[in-house]
């Protein structure tokens, strides 16, 4: 377990003093479209706590994002990466190679769903691997368009702004975009016109139409899609719709592209979010808790697709990083010997629960319109009493009294009204449960 104490503790207001002179150094220092959710500065964190420089230990509801699966100092991530760290640091993929990058591509090939033939390439960032996703399946299709989804979330890069649907704060003021984009619907249950049990069909009957009316399915290379939209506000396509999507791609030669950088790696209580449906991409991006904190991320998918681009067409200076894939080998292990898939269900299971009560007892509990999501990968939609429309400062009031109390989370969603909850799959029931009351008091403010 982590060296951190996991137990909740404010010893000053949040953020303390040694913060708030911190803060002030970074609005001097660091530029301004640089958020962050919470002016508390970290300096150690492990399990389900970040502990900051002031001394105050926070329950983390957020995983930096989907990140810390493993917590933010697991053992064996730390034990692989120091020891990687003492025999190199980096010679370049692409000039000598090491044997952690071909480990790496190795359990991809074994983790990821589909038993053909599989290959990856690694890189840096999220937004890298999806960008990757478009170089390859162009090469392998020859072919231009690429479908995303409404309320889909792709990256910061000029092409990934592109895939991704939100404007504010993605996109504003950064254009021209990436051409070839095209956006079509999905099935957001708690907000089709016809009710979520109609969403599935009539929202993929819809998407398909656009696809074959607007762009002609022999011009698409890619469908990209997340399995659960994450940042689009933790959203669960309705049951049938994703199978019906594969399988026009599949009928139409199009590569199916799974976007799993925030759903992948136990997150969901599967490997892969994408399984609960039985769904085998063609590809599949990685990213965020593959690798315990270090970066890292990946394009997997079937050999011949992957082959597909010329050699030198793919890499980087750093994709692959020896000590970030040494880090990802140790989140695999932790994984696999924790057994974080069980852990992510359990954690859905006591949250979904408790959310639950709370809408049903809680005087304003009604303004939760909905409670979904998957594993440890779950979040609540806030909105006015009696109403579907959107609660953004209901949210951001929530947020606010969590983080007073020492409970870390964050908010998502094309109209900002909800509440995410990403906590490290390891995290202990008590500070869970915790977490679940300081959410339950938060409501009396808002
Ligand atoms: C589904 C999905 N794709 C891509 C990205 C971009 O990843 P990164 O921030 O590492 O570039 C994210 C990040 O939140 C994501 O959730």
């Not at 939100?166 to 095209?182: C, I």
């Not at 249950?189 to 696809?211: L, V």
């Not at 924790?338 to 359990?346: G, H, M, P, S, V």
């Not at 909850?421 to 869970?432: A, H, K, Q, T, W």
Request: glycine share 12%.
């Amino acid at each position: 377990m982590s060296a951190v104490p996991q137990e909740r503790s404010l010893v000053t207001a949040i953020p303390g003093p040694k913060s708030v002179e911190l803060q002030a150094r970074r609005v001097a220092a660091v530029a301004a479209g640089v958020g962050s959710t919470l002016p508390v500065f970290t300096a150690r964190a492990g399990g389900g706590i970040i502990e900051d420089v002031d001394g105050n230990r926070l329950i983390d509801f957020g995983s930096g994002i989907a990140v810390t699966s493993v917590g933010a100092s697991a053992e064996a991530v730390v034990r692989r990466a120091t020891a990687q760290l003492a025999d190199f640091t980096h010679t370049c993929f692409m000039v000598t190679p090491y044997e952690g990058y071909v480990e790496v591509c190795e359990r991809l090939a074994e983790l990821t769903p589909g038993d053909h033939a599989k290959k990856s390439a690694l890189f840096n960032s999220g937004a890298e691997a999806v960008e990757n996703a478009v170089k390859i399946a162009r090469a392998y299709t020859k072919r231009t368009a690429v479908v995303v989804f409404d309320h889909g979330y792709h990256g910061r890069t000029n092409l990934t702004m592109a895939l991704t649907a939100k404007n504010m704060p993605y996109k504003q003021s950064f254009g021209p975009f990436a051409p070839e984009v095209y956006r079509v619907p999905v099935a957001y249950g708690y907000r089709w016109p016809t009710g979520p049990e109609n969403a599935g069909a009539e929202a993929s009957a819809q998407a398909i139409d656009e696809i074959t009316k607007q762009i002609g399915a022999d011009n698409v290379a890619a469908i990209i899609i997340e399995p659960v939209l994450g940042e689009g506000g933790f959203i669960e396509p309705a049951r049938g719709f994703l199978p019906a999507i594969a399988q026009f791609a599949k009928d139409n030669g199009i590569v199916f592209v799974a976007d799993e950088i925030q759903s992948g790696f136990c997150r969901t209580g599967q490997w892969f979010a994408c399984e609960d449906e039985g769904i085998v991409p063609d590809l599949i991006t990685t990213a965020k808790g593959i690798a315990g904190g270090l970066p890292l991320s990946a394009v997997t998918g079937r050999a011949e697709i992957m082959d597909a681009a010329h050699a030198g067409g793919l890499g980087g200076t750093y994709g692959g990083n020896p000590v970030a894939c040494a880090g990802a080998l140790g989140s695999i292990e932790t994984m696999r010997e924790l057994d974080l898939n069980a852990k992510a269900k359990r954690i859905e299971e006591v949250m979904k629960g408790r959310l639950a009560e709370m809408q049903s007892k809680l005087p304003n509990g009604d303004i939760i319109g909905d409670i979904r999501g998957r594993g440890a990968m779950i979040a609540i939609e806030l909105v006015r009493s009696g109403t579907k429309d959107p609660d953004p400062a209901a949210a951001a009031g929530l947020a606010r009294a969590c983080h007073a109390e020492g409970l870390l989370v964050l908010t998502c969603g094309t109209y900002g009204n909800v509440l995410r909850f990403l906590p490290p799959l390891v995290i202990g029931e008590d500070l869970l449960n915790e977490g679940l009351d300081i959410i339950e008091q938060a409501f009396a403010t808002v």
